[in-house]
Protein backbone atom coordinates (compact mmCIF):
# COMPACT_ATOMS: atom_id res chain seq x y z
CA UNK A 1 0.00 0.00 0.00
CA UNK A 2 1.55 3.74 -0.66
CA UNK A 3 -0.17 6.70 1.02
CA UNK A 4 0.35 9.89 -0.65
CA UNK A 5 0.22 12.55 1.97
CA UNK A 6 -2.15 15.59 0.57
CA UNK A 7 -1.90 18.15 3.61
CA UNK A 8 0.13 20.75 4.32
CA UNK A 9 2.16 21.56 7.82
CA UNK A 10 0.53 23.40 10.15
CA UNK A 11 2.95 26.00 11.99
CA UNK A 12 3.03 29.26 13.50
CA UNK A 13 2.01 31.54 11.50
CA UNK A 14 1.79 29.55 8.10
CA UNK A 15 0.06 31.33 5.04
CA UNK A 16 -3.49 31.54 5.34
CA UNK A 17 -6.44 33.30 3.64
CA UNK A 18 -6.14 37.20 5.12
CA UNK A 19 -9.62 37.07 5.87
CA UNK A 20 -9.04 34.29 8.36
CA UNK A 21 -7.44 34.67 11.76
CA UNK A 22 -3.69 33.43 11.41
CA UNK A 23 -2.30 30.20 13.19
CA UNK A 24 -0.51 31.07 16.21
CA UNK A 25 1.42 28.04 18.09
CA UNK A 26 3.71 27.86 20.92
CA UNK A 27 4.97 25.55 23.65
CA UNK A 28 2.44 25.39 26.19
CA UNK A 29 4.54 23.53 28.70
CA UNK A 30 7.92 21.53 28.29
CA UNK A 31 10.42 19.10 29.79
CA UNK A 32 12.10 21.64 31.59
CA UNK A 33 9.36 22.04 33.93
CA UNK A 34 8.97 19.45 36.31
CA UNK A 35 5.30 18.17 37.68
CA UNK A 36 4.39 16.57 40.58
CA UNK A 37 1.40 13.98 41.29
CA UNK A 38 1.55 12.57 45.11
CA UNK A 39 5.01 10.81 45.53
CA UNK A 40 5.66 10.62 41.51
CA UNK A 41 7.62 13.81 39.91
CA UNK A 42 7.20 13.77 35.58
CA UNK A 43 7.78 16.02 32.87
CA UNK A 44 5.61 16.38 29.41
CA UNK A 45 5.35 18.65 26.82
CA UNK A 46 2.24 20.16 24.80
CA UNK A 47 1.83 22.75 22.27
CA UNK A 48 -0.77 25.60 22.12
CA UNK A 49 -2.95 26.33 19.11
CA UNK A 50 -5.40 28.96 18.00
CA UNK A 51 -6.11 29.21 14.08
CA UNK A 52 -8.96 29.68 12.19
CA UNK A 53 -11.52 26.83 11.43
CA UNK A 54 -9.82 27.38 7.48
CA UNK A 55 -6.28 26.61 8.50
CA UNK A 56 -3.97 24.80 6.85
CA UNK A 57 -5.41 21.92 4.28
CA UNK A 58 -9.05 21.92 4.65
CA UNK A 59 -12.33 21.29 3.15
CA UNK A 60 -14.74 24.24 3.30
CA UNK A 61 -18.55 22.91 5.03
CA UNK A 62 -21.83 24.44 2.90
CA UNK A 63 -22.81 26.59 5.83
CA UNK A 64 -19.48 28.79 5.27
CA UNK A 65 -20.75 29.86 1.44
CA UNK A 66 -25.17 28.91 1.55
CA UNK A 67 -26.63 31.77 3.42
CA UNK A 68 -29.68 29.56 3.32
CA UNK A 69 -31.00 28.14 6.68
CA UNK A 70 -30.00 24.75 7.22
CA UNK A 71 -26.77 24.88 5.38
CA UNK A 72 -24.15 21.88 6.64
CA UNK A 73 -21.84 22.99 8.92
CA UNK A 74 -18.54 20.73 9.16
CA UNK A 75 -20.01 17.92 11.77
CA UNK A 76 -23.43 17.50 9.66
CA UNK A 77 -21.17 16.65 7.09
CA UNK A 78 -21.74 12.53 5.84
CA UNK A 79 -18.68 10.72 6.49
CA UNK A 80 -19.00 9.50 3.11
CA UNK A 81 -17.90 12.57 1.23
CA UNK A 82 -14.49 12.18 2.85
CA UNK A 83 -14.03 8.53 1.98
CA UNK A 84 -14.44 8.17 -1.81
CA UNK A 85 -12.79 7.23 -4.92
CA UNK A 86 -11.13 9.67 -6.91
CA UNK A 87 -8.20 11.01 -9.33
CA UNK A 88 -6.21 13.60 -10.30
CA UNK A 89 -5.75 16.13 -13.23
CA UNK A 90 -2.56 18.17 -14.50
CA UNK A 91 -3.42 21.79 -14.97
CA UNK A 92 -0.29 22.65 -14.53
CA UNK A 93 0.11 24.74 -17.16
CA UNK A 94 -2.41 27.15 -16.32
CA UNK A 95 -0.89 30.57 -16.12
CA UNK A 96 -1.43 32.39 -12.46
CA UNK A 97 -4.28 34.68 -12.06
CA UNK A 98 -6.13 32.60 -14.82
CA UNK A 99 -9.09 30.24 -14.50
CA UNK A 100 -8.64 27.46 -16.18
CA UNK A 101 -11.93 26.85 -18.97
CA UNK A 102 -14.24 24.19 -19.61
CA UNK A 103 -12.36 22.75 -22.37
CA UNK A 104 -9.52 22.78 -20.55
CA UNK A 105 -11.00 20.78 -17.52
CA UNK A 106 -12.18 18.25 -19.96
CA UNK A 107 -9.37 17.99 -21.85
CA UNK A 108 -7.57 17.50 -18.75
CA UNK A 109 -9.78 15.19 -17.91
CA UNK A 110 -9.49 13.27 -20.85
CA UNK A 111 -5.71 13.16 -20.62
CA UNK A 112 -5.89 11.58 -17.26
CA UNK A 113 -7.82 8.39 -18.56
CA UNK A 114 -10.74 8.25 -16.20
CA UNK A 115 -14.25 9.03 -16.45
CA UNK A 116 -16.32 10.89 -13.57
CA UNK A 117 -18.04 8.71 -11.48
CA UNK A 118 -20.89 9.64 -8.97
CA UNK A 119 -19.17 10.93 -5.28
CA UNK A 120 -15.66 11.31 -7.03
CA UNK A 121 -13.17 13.50 -5.30
CA UNK A 122 -11.56 15.30 -7.96
CA UNK A 123 -8.08 16.92 -7.46
CA UNK A 124 -7.23 19.98 -9.70
CA UNK A 125 -3.22 20.44 -9.66
CA UNK A 126 -2.62 23.83 -10.76
CA UNK A 127 1.29 23.66 -9.65
CA UNK A 128 0.54 26.72 -7.17
CA UNK A 129 2.65 25.64 -4.46
CA UNK A 130 5.36 24.86 -7.02
CA UNK A 131 5.00 28.49 -8.42
CA UNK A 132 3.99 30.44 -4.89
CA UNK A 133 4.27 28.62 -1.90
CA UNK A 134 6.03 30.94 0.96
CA UNK A 135 5.85 33.44 -1.12
CA UNK A 136 3.74 37.35 -0.86
CA UNK A 137 1.68 35.74 -4.31
CA UNK A 138 1.04 32.60 -2.54
CA UNK A 139 -2.17 34.88 -1.40
CA UNK A 140 -3.39 36.72 -4.55
CA UNK A 141 -1.76 35.38 -7.57
CA UNK A 142 -3.42 31.87 -7.63
CA UNK A 143 -4.92 30.14 -10.70
CA UNK A 144 -7.94 28.31 -10.23
CA UNK A 145 -11.22 26.87 -11.66
CA UNK A 146 -14.06 28.62 -13.95
CA UNK A 147 -17.57 28.82 -13.49
CA UNK A 148 -18.31 26.69 -16.31
CA UNK A 149 -15.74 24.14 -15.64
CA UNK A 150 -17.45 24.24 -11.86
CA UNK A 151 -20.40 23.65 -13.03
CA UNK A 152 -19.40 20.64 -15.71
CA UNK A 153 -17.65 18.75 -12.14
CA UNK A 154 -21.17 19.27 -10.81
CA UNK A 155 -22.93 18.01 -13.75
CA UNK A 156 -20.92 14.80 -13.72
CA UNK A 157 -21.18 14.27 -10.03
CA UNK A 158 -18.65 14.76 -7.97
CA UNK A 159 -18.74 14.82 -4.25
CA UNK A 160 -15.88 17.57 -4.17
CA UNK A 161 -12.88 18.85 -5.60
CA UNK A 162 -9.53 20.16 -4.31
CA UNK A 163 -7.17 22.79 -5.04
CA UNK A 164 -3.55 23.54 -3.44
CA UNK A 165 -4.33 27.57 -3.64
CA UNK A 166 -6.66 29.24 -0.70
CA UNK A 167 -9.29 29.72 -2.87
CA UNK A 168 -10.79 27.48 -5.82
CA UNK A 169 -10.97 30.03 -8.33
CA UNK A 170 -8.79 33.67 -8.61
CA UNK A 171 -9.05 36.47 -6.06
CA UNK A 172 -12.12 38.49 -5.90
CA UNK A 173 -15.20 37.81 -7.95
CA UNK A 174 -14.33 34.57 -9.67
CA UNK A 175 -13.88 33.16 -6.10
CA UNK A 176 -17.04 34.50 -5.33
CA UNK A 177 -18.98 33.03 -7.87
CA UNK A 178 -17.22 29.57 -7.42
CA UNK A 179 -18.29 29.62 -3.64
CA UNK A 180 -21.47 30.77 -4.82
CA UNK A 181 -21.87 27.53 -7.39
CA UNK A 182 -20.38 25.25 -4.89
CA UNK A 183 -23.85 26.15 -2.67
CA UNK A 184 -25.83 26.08 -5.20
CA UNK A 185 -25.05 22.57 -6.93
CA UNK A 186 -24.56 20.79 -3.14
CA UNK A 187 -20.74 20.31 -3.91
CA UNK A 188 -18.22 21.45 -1.84
CA UNK A 189 -13.67 21.84 -2.04
CA UNK A 190 -10.77 21.64 -0.28
CA UNK A 191 -8.35 24.48 -0.10
CA UNK A 192 -4.60 24.30 0.80
CA UNK A 193 -3.85 20.75 -0.59
CA UNK A 194 -0.46 19.11 -1.04
CA UNK A 195 1.48 16.98 -3.14
CA UNK A 196 -0.73 16.56 -6.16
CA UNK A 197 1.80 16.23 -8.67
CA UNK A 198 2.64 13.04 -7.07
CA UNK A 199 -0.50 11.65 -8.21
CA UNK A 200 -0.47 13.00 -11.98
CA UNK A 201 -0.21 9.84 -14.22
CA UNK A 202 -1.13 7.47 -11.51
CA UNK A 203 -5.15 6.37 -12.06
CA UNK A 204 -7.54 6.29 -9.80
CA UNK A 205 -6.85 6.23 -5.43
CA UNK A 206 -8.55 6.16 -2.42
CA UNK A 207 -9.27 9.32 -0.98
CA UNK A 208 -9.81 9.99 2.77
CA UNK A 209 -9.53 13.37 4.37
CA UNK A 210 -12.08 13.49 7.22
CA UNK A 211 -12.49 16.73 9.46
CA UNK A 212 -12.25 17.06 12.96
CA UNK A 213 -15.80 17.31 14.64
CA UNK A 214 -16.20 21.33 15.21
CA UNK A 215 -19.37 22.06 16.33
CA UNK A 216 -20.71 24.65 14.32
CA UNK A 217 -17.75 24.76 11.69
CA UNK A 218 -17.39 26.58 8.89
CA UNK A 219 -14.81 24.31 7.54
CA UNK A 220 -12.15 21.88 9.22
CA UNK A 221 -8.66 21.23 9.11
CA UNK A 222 -8.38 17.55 7.13
CA UNK A 223 -5.48 15.03 6.90
CA UNK A 224 -5.78 14.49 2.93
CA UNK A 225 -4.27 11.31 1.75
CA UNK A 226 -4.25 9.16 -1.28
CA UNK A 227 -3.94 5.67 -1.14
CA UNK A 228 -2.55 3.52 -4.16
CA UNK A 229 -3.78 -0.37 -2.59
ZN1 LIG B 1 -11.85 27.60 3.09
Partial sequence: M???????????????????????????????????AGNTTFTSKAMFLSLSDHAGTHVDAPVHFD???????????PLEKFYTSGFCIDL?????KTA????????????SGQTIQPGDTVLVWLAT???????????????GLS????????????GMFGVEAISPAPEGEPNFQAHMACAERGITHME??????????????????????????????????????
Fill in 147 to 158: LPAIHWLADQGI
Fill in 100 to 111: ATLEEVQAAVAK
Fill in 129 to 143: NERLLGKPGYLHDFP
Fill in 2 to 36: DIVDLSRDIFHRTQTHPSHPPVVMTVWNDHSEKKH
Fill in 67 to 77: PRPGAQSVDEM
Fill in 192 to 229: CLANLDKLIGRGRFRFIGFPLKIRGGTASPIRAVAIFE
Fill in 92 to 96: SHIPL
